[in-house]
């Protein structure tokens, strides 16, 4: 049985999340992780990464989807190691001032809409 909590949209998105890791010197150094999310509903999303995130973790990132691109924060809240070495990892969004969640939840509600008509 399926324990989810919100319906799943079908659709590719691309993520890019802006995360930090230690260089050679012991030093912060931003990155941006780019990845195709692979599991989308209104309060979450799933993708392939190959580095460990930290569980709770908070991000900043943003989730471009058919033309649209939102700003989002969203918090790790599983990680999965697969056979192929790369993490399966799922993020909440966060309801965040100064992010897009409210046009997000408004999109993700018309695309479900025209896709049970």
């Given at each position: ?76 809240k599983w ?39």
């Amino acid at each position: 049985m399926d324990k989810r909590k919100h319906h799943r949209l079908l659709k590719q998105a691309s993520i890019y999340l802006d995360y930090a890791e230690l260089d050679g010197e012991n030093a912060l150094q931003s990155k941006i992780l780019i990845s195709q999310c692979n599991d989308i509903s209104s309060s979450g999303v799933g993708f392939c990464f190959s580095h460990a995130l930290p569980l709770s973790a908070i991000y900043q990132l943003a989730l471009h989807i058919q033309g649209q691109v939102f700003h989002l924060v969203g918090q790790v809240k599983w990680m999965q190691a697969l056979d192929s070495g790369d993490f399966s990892i799922g993020l909440e969004l966060l309801d965040s001032q100064d992010t897009d969640i409210v046009a997000w939840k408004k999109w993700l509600a018309q695309q479900y809409l025209s896709t049970s008509i």
